[in-house]
């Protein structure tokens, strides 16, 4: 708690106006990312987790509104002008998204994308840039990146296009990495290789925002974990504390539902039922039709959040406390 | 022994490299001579990377693309695309789900009418009232609600979507189902869902099941045998305890100690001791074995002559040189 | 599953095309249009090709006084039925031969896209060769061996015009092709003809909609063109490309002949635009 957080998100709401109504994707979300931390942010598809970051950076869709609060090293971010956004997301926040292929042009050689993306905007002379370029593909586990400078996305695997995405978004020297489901569209290998350049990039001091849907991915790499689920934030808690010992239902069933190589093999505990539909309306605990737990409580009122040292959870009845601290 | 359900033979494809202005000639080769065979009732996991000729195997088996050299048999029949009455007799035994969620229904079909097809096609059921009847079976068994067969496929969720394709898979009660990556593109916790639904069909069915993954764990949960592919190869085949507690192939501990560990502790600990196997960027040797490049272990003799599938005990094959000196224990 | 669900993606497309405010506006002009050209001559005094002796000079502009409300010609015919004839005339030749090149476009199109290899490439040789010859001298060489009549006109201008549809066509049923609900139809067993029909053309509608609705403005100036020439619609029959033309003649003496034509042309195509992108967001049921 000592540290300033470097990103402070303060009753987040994102809404979307769509035909038949307003949907409502983050229900105001509380959350702080610690400089030099890597903070894990993990969610079903339609958890609105993606939503809250891009709200940050003004990338919602055009029927998209945000409110509430975003600070980013004490500049306020919701509703600042489109010019300052332009500056957060060019040179003080790095984005990775899902698809590889969409940040990189295809017709472009990739040391031409990675120097003309900091050169274009006059951060940095051409040489710089290049030593840079050289320097941060040596850092996401490129071999040879000279070589590599001459080569087109498509010569690529999907490992090195992602590593190369991180790469490029990291081309300013941003002090936050929001990486939004970077290992989704590969294959296991490589997840794990990428992974592993999120965890030495960690180490080197970079603030990591790690967007996922997948709990397994995160335990290796991730300080702490956010799970949302229907807009707003269950649990957040240090990683050991919240594999070890989840206090939130939702995250329980979403650490059973993990295919292990080491659990008896003939059943998959999965979460019955589906997350509410985007034109639900939410009354008591979003997570209650779907939890074993619930009782009439929870179907009435929404949960306050709770916190007990570092770990915070929004639930009636929380698991107990396991034997972790 | 009886003939087994499904076999594959020596089957080698190869697609037309069709660089700029449709010259032709040169070819890829996406599987090199494999060979597999599946039983009735039994269930068959197929694991590798991207590129390894996974989703290739799946459209011969289904007919969707055509030998350039060994056969595909169905019951012992050689599958030829021509023959067009063997071939409805076997699709009517043999059936796919896809990855793609979204994509392997129509998008101006409702998802009712997706599965009313696969009835029609197949059993030649065309008048209203039994076919709603039976659609209604398929949503019930797959565990969606019948309300939603009206609804069309932007309407439905990633797992609904996935669940309608199974009810069309199986409304006919297939002996075989093939699924391609059928949990990849969900999340983790439909991953589960999907996964125990299919695990029920096969029990309620006695459905066999050839089953496509790149992850390990979902195929362990699923299979009674696993065939690692690599590059077209297949280089481990093992029934399933013996290949995840003694895997032979340095392929396939690199695999398994991919797959993410949801224990911090562990994570951190195994990150630290990875091994180079992970590294998937080089290109695959001229001679000798496939994956000596990327492989720990390789020696002089492993990038020049190409190991042969051989026994390793337990009716596993592996095709390593150096099998023998891995320790048998689990990796970690 | 007969016909229920079927009507529903299209009470739903039609829902979606009524919240649409241009397409609707558009719609209701293009009726009115449509209702004026057809009422039109009932309600004017004056026939087609009725030459009105008491003006001096013949030409004159319009005047409600007169009943003449778009002024007469050079040859003082009645402007306003005349419009009224040529409206009818130019959208029946795009209409039909639009539906023309939509019927052979569409079926050869997605048969060559989906079938694909030998016959796909054989089929858009054929589309190849009949787009190098001269587009002209094949309608003039017609109209020459069959005689001057309407039906020939839209046969003809149809007969060309579905070269590009079918091209556009192919391109979206090769992409198709490769979806998994189309491989998923395959293992199903169904017959090539059936996945076309079913599969492959309900979801190029889209596309076929939007460019059907810009190859009936190019039919219309095409059709003006021929009778330009001396090769489209006869006297004393007429088209709003005739009509266009024979008033640009005349723009610095009597503008009124150009302008009246043209405004309804403009208006037509105007709207058919309009039209055509309101029902290829409302036919595409992925559009919330």
Redesign the interface.
């Not at chain 1, 990775?96 to 969409?102: K, R, T, Y």
């Not at chain 1, 590599?148 to 941003?174: D, K, T």
């Not at chain 2, 088996?61 to 048999?73: F, N």
């Given at each position: 708690m000592a540290q300033a957080p470097l990103l402070a998100i303060d009753g987040l709401r994102v809404a979307f106006d769509a035909e038949g109504g307003t949907l409502q994707a983050v229900r105001g979300v509380a959350l702080d990312v610690r400089p030099g931390e890597c903070l894990a942010v993990v969610g079903e598809s339609g958890s609105g987790k993606s939503q809250l970051f891009l709200a940050c950076l003004g990338l919602l869709a055009e029927n998209g509104r945000a409110t509430g609060s975003a600070c980013l090293d004490g500049d306020e971010l919701i509703g600042s002008p489109e010019a300052q956004l332009e500056t957060v997301r060019g040179a003080r926040v790095g984005l990775v998204s899902q698809d590889p292929m969409n940040a990189l042009t295809p017709h472009l050689r990739i040391g031409a994308q990675l120097v003309e993306y900091v050169t274009d905007r006059g951060l940095m002379s051409r040489s710089q840039a290049r030593a840079r370029a050289l320097e941060l593909l040596g850092a996401v586990g490129i071999d040879d990146p000279e070589s590599r400078f001459g080569q087109y996305p498509h010569e690529l695997s999907g490992g090195q296009r992602q590593r190369v995405a991180i790469a490029m978004a990291l081309m300013p020297g941003p002090g936050l990495l929001v990486a939004d489901e970077p290992t989704t569209a590969l294959d296991v290998t490589v997840q794990a290789q990428v992974l592993q350049v999120l965890r030495r990039l960690r180490e080197g001091g970079l603030t990591i925002v790690l967007i996922t849907h997948d709990l397994a991915v995160v335990a290796g790499v991730a300080d702490r974990v956010a799970v949302m689920y229907a807009g707003v934030v269950v649990e957040l808690a240090p990683v050991a504390g919240l594999f070890a010992s989840p206090r939130h239902p939702y995250t329980r069933a979403l650490l059973d539902s993990i295919p292990r190589l080491d659990a008896p093999a003939d059943r998959l505990s999965g979460i019955e039922g589906q997350p509410p539909g985007p034109h639900e309306r939410i009354v008591g605990c979003a997570f209650a039709p779907r939890c074993r737990q619930a009782r009439d409580q929870c179907r009435r009122s929404e949960p306050a959040p709770q916190a007990a040292g570092e770990s915070v959870w929004a639930c009636h009845a929380p698991l107990p406390r396991g034997w972790t601290t | 022994m009886s003939t087994p359900l499904l076999e594959v033979r020596g089957l080698r494809v190869e697609y037309p490299a069709r660089g700029w202005g449709g010259r032709r000639g040169s070819v890829v080769p996406a599987l090199h001579g494999l060979d597999l065979a599946l039983d009735d009732g039994r269930s068959l996991g197929i694991v590798g990377e991207s590129g390894c000729g996974k989703s290739t195997l799946v459209r011969s088996a289904l007919g969707l693309v055509a030998p350039s050299d060994g056969e595909v048999r169905w019951r012992g029949w050689t599958v030829d695309t021509r023959d067009r009455a063997r071939m409805r007799q076997m699709r009517r035994e043999m059936q796919v789900v896809f990855q793609d969620p979204f994509g392997s229904l129509d998008p101006r079909l409702t998802a009712g009418e997706s599965v009313a097809e696969a009835l029609q096609a197949l059993e030649g059921v065309t008048d209203a009232a039994p076919t709603r009847q039976r659609v209604s079976a398929a949503f019930a068994a797959v565990g969606l609600d019948a309300s939603l067969a009206s609804r069309y496929p932007h309407e439905l969720s990633g797992g609904q979507c996935q669940r309608v394709a199974i009810a069309r898979a199986t409304i006919v009660r297939p002996r075989l189902l093939i699924c391609d990556e059928p949990v990849s593109a969900l999340d983790v916790s439909v991953q589960a869902q999907i996964v125990n639904l299919l695990a029920e069909l096969r029990r309620r069915d006695r459905t066999a099941l050839l089953f496509i993954s790149h992850n390990l764990a979902v195929v362990r949960h699923l299979c009674e045998e696993v065939a690692v592919l690599y590059l077209g190869r297949i280089v481990e085949r093992a029934p399933r305890d013996s290949l995840f507690l003694a895997p032979r192939h340095p392929y396939t501990r690199a695999l398994l100690a991919a797959v993410p560990d949801p224990d911090p502790g562990e994570a951190a600990r195994r990150s630290r001791a990875e091994s180079p196997t992970v590294v998937a960027d080089r290109l695959p040797a001229a001679g000798g074995c496939p994956f000596s490049p990327r492989c720990p272990l390789a020696v002089d003799r492993c990038r020049i002559e190409p190991p042969e599938l051989e026994s390793t005990g337990d009716g596993a094959v592996a095709a390593c040189h150096r099998w023998r000196e891995l320790p048998t224990a689990q990796l970690d | 599953?007969?016909d229920g669900?079927r009507r529903?993606?299209y009470v739903a497309a039609w829902r979606r095309l009524r919240?649409n405010r241009a397409a609707v506006v558009a719609l209701a002009t293009l009726v009115l249009l449509v209702a004026a050209s057809l009422a039109g001559p009932a309600v004017s005094p004056y026939a087609i090709d009725q030459v009105d002796w008491s003006l001096n000079p013949l030409a004159s502009p319009p005047a409600l006084g007169t009943g003449h409300w778009f002024g007469t010609d050079g040859n003082g015919r009645d402007l306003f039925v005349r419009v009224c004839a040529g409206t009818r005339i130019s959208l029946l030749i795009a209409v039909l031969a639009t539906a023309v090149s939509l019927a052979i476009g569409v079926a050869w199109g997605a048969t060559a896209g989906y079938v694909g290899g030998r016959l796909d490439d054989w089929m858009m040789r054929v589309v190849d060769v009949l787009y190098a010859l001269p587009y002209m001298f094949f309608v003039i060489i017609l109209t020459v061996v069959f005689g001057r009549n309407l039906f020939l006109i839209f046969l003809a201008i149809g007969a060309v015009g579905w070269l590009t549809m079918a091209r556009i066509v192919r391109g979206q049923a090769l992409a198709l092709r490769s979806?998994?609900?189309v491989?998923?139809?395959?293992?199903?067993?169904?017959p090539t003809h059936r996945i076309i029909a079913?599969?492959i053309v309900?979801?190029v509608v889209g596309t076929v909609v939007v460019y059907a609705t810009l190859t009936v403005p190019q039919v219309i100036l095409f059709e003006s063109f021929l009778s330009f020439l001396g090769l489209g619609v006869q006297e004393p029959l007429t088209s709003l490309g005739r009509l266009v033309a024979e008033g640009s003649l005349e723009m610095e003496s009597a503008p009124w002949l150009l302008l009246a034509p043209s405004t309804v042309l403009a208006l037509i195509l105007l709207c058919l635009n309009f039209l055509g992108d309101g029902l290829r967001d409302a036919l595409d049921?992925?559009q919330?």
């Amino acid at each position: 708690m000592a540290q300033a957080p470097l990103l402070a998100i303060d009753g987040l709401r994102v809404a979307f106006d769509a035909e038949g109504g307003t949907l409502q994707a983050v229900r105001g979300v509380a959350l702080d990312v610690r400089p030099g931390e890597c903070l894990a942010v993990v969610g079903e598809s339609g958890s609105g987790k993606s939503q809250l970051f891009l709200a940050c950076l003004g990338l919602l869709a055009e029927n998209g509104r945000a409110t509430g609060s975003a600070c980013l090293d004490g500049d306020e971010l919701i509703g600042s002008p489109e010019a300052q956004l332009e500056t957060v997301r060019g040179a003080r926040v790095g984005l990775v998204s899902q698809d590889p292929m969409n940040a990189l042009t295809p017709h472009l050689r990739i040391g031409a994308q990675l120097v003309e993306y900091v050169t274009d905007r006059g951060l940095m002379s051409r040489s710089q840039a290049r030593a840079r370029a050289l320097e941060l593909l040596g850092a996401v586990g490129i071999d040879d990146p000279e070589s590599r400078f001459g080569q087109y996305p498509h010569e690529l695997s999907g490992g090195q296009r992602q590593r190369v995405a991180i790469a490029m978004a990291l081309m300013p020297g941003p002090g936050l990495l929001v990486a939004d489901e970077p290992t989704t569209a590969l294959d296991v290998t490589v997840q794990a290789q990428v992974l592993q350049v999120l965890r030495r990039l960690r180490e080197g001091g970079l603030t990591i925002v790690l967007i996922t849907h997948d709990l397994a991915v995160v335990a290796g790499v991730a300080d702490r974990v956010a799970v949302m689920y229907a807009g707003v934030v269950v649990e957040l808690a240090p990683v050991a504390g919240l594999f070890a010992s989840p206090r939130h239902p939702y995250t329980r069933a979403l650490l059973d539902s993990i295919p292990r190589l080491d659990a008896p093999a003939d059943r998959l505990s999965g979460i019955e039922g589906q997350p509410p539909g985007p034109h639900e309306r939410i009354v008591g605990c979003a997570f209650a039709p779907r939890c074993r737990q619930a009782r009439d409580q929870c179907r009435r009122s929404e949960p306050a959040p709770q916190a007990a040292g570092e770990s915070v959870w929004a639930c009636h009845a929380p698991l107990p406390r396991g034997w972790t601290t | 022994m009886s003939t087994p359900l499904l076999e594959v033979r020596g089957l080698r494809v190869e697609y037309p490299a069709r660089g700029w202005g449709g010259r032709r000639g040169s070819v890829v080769p996406a599987l090199h001579g494999l060979d597999l065979a599946l039983d009735d009732g039994r269930s068959l996991g197929i694991v590798g990377e991207s590129g390894c000729g996974k989703s290739t195997l799946v459209r011969s088996a289904l007919g969707l693309v055509a030998p350039s050299d060994g056969e595909v048999r169905w019951r012992g029949w050689t599958v030829d695309t021509r023959d067009r009455a063997r071939m409805r007799q076997m699709r009517r035994e043999m059936q796919v789900v896809f990855q793609d969620p979204f994509g392997s229904l129509d998008p101006r079909l409702t998802a009712g009418e997706s599965v009313a097809e696969a009835l029609q096609a197949l059993e030649g059921v065309t008048d209203a009232a039994p076919t709603r009847q039976r659609v209604s079976a398929a949503f019930a068994a797959v565990g969606l609600d019948a309300s939603l067969a009206s609804r069309y496929p932007h309407e439905l969720s990633g797992g609904q979507c996935q669940r309608v394709a199974i009810a069309r898979a199986t409304i006919v009660r297939p002996r075989l189902l093939i699924c391609d990556e059928p949990v990849s593109a969900l999340d983790v916790s439909v991953q589960a869902q999907i996964v125990n639904l299919l695990a029920e069909l096969r029990r309620r069915d006695r459905t066999a099941l050839l089953f496509i993954s790149h992850n390990l764990a979902v195929v362990r949960h699923l299979c009674e045998e696993v065939a690692v592919l690599y590059l077209g190869r297949i280089v481990e085949r093992a029934p399933r305890d013996s290949l995840f507690l003694a895997p032979r192939h340095p392929y396939t501990r690199a695999l398994l100690a991919a797959v993410p560990d949801p224990d911090p502790g562990e994570a951190a600990r195994r990150s630290r001791a990875e091994s180079p196997t992970v590294v998937a960027d080089r290109l695959p040797a001229a001679g000798g074995c496939p994956f000596s490049p990327r492989c720990p272990l390789a020696v002089d003799r492993c990038r020049i002559e190409p190991p042969e599938l051989e026994s390793t005990g337990d009716g596993a094959v592996a095709a390593c040189h150096r099998w023998r000196e891995l320790p048998t224990a689990q990796l970690d | 599953m007969s016909d229920g669900p079927r009507r529903g993606i299209y009470v739903a497309a039609w829902r979606r095309l009524r919240g649409n405010r241009a397409a609707v506006v558009a719609l209701a002009t293009l009726v009115l249009l449509v209702a004026a050209s057809l009422a039109g001559p009932a309600v004017s005094p004056y026939a087609i090709d009725q030459v009105d002796w008491s003006l001096n000079p013949l030409a004159s502009p319009p005047a409600l006084g007169t009943g003449h409300w778009f002024g007469t010609d050079g040859n003082g015919r009645d402007l306003f039925v005349r419009v009224c004839a040529g409206t009818r005339i130019s959208l029946l030749i795009a209409v039909l031969a639009t539906a023309v090149s939509l019927a052979i476009g569409v079926a050869w199109g997605a048969t060559a896209g989906y079938v694909g290899g030998r016959l796909d490439d054989w089929m858009m040789r054929v589309v190849d060769v009949l787009y190098a010859l001269p587009y002209m001298f094949f309608v003039i060489i017609l109209t020459v061996v069959f005689g001057r009549n309407l039906f020939l006109i839209f046969l003809a201008i149809g007969a060309v015009g579905w070269l590009t549809m079918a091209r556009i066509v192919r391109g979206q049923a090769l992409a198709l092709r490769s979806q998994p609900f189309v491989d998923a139809a395959i293992t199903l067993g169904l017959p090539t003809h059936r996945i076309i029909a079913r599969h492959i053309v309900p979801n190029v509608v889209g596309t076929v909609v939007v460019y059907a609705t810009l190859t009936v403005p190019q039919v219309i100036l095409f059709e003006s063109f021929l009778s330009f020439l001396g090769l489209g619609v006869q006297e004393p029959l007429t088209s709003l490309g005739r009509l266009v033309a024979e008033g640009s003649l005349e723009m610095e003496s009597a503008p009124w002949l150009l302008l009246a034509p043209s405004t309804v042309l403009a208006l037509i195509l105007l709207c058919l635009n309009f039209l055509g992108d309101g029902l290829r967001d409302a036919l595409d049921p992925r559009q919330r």
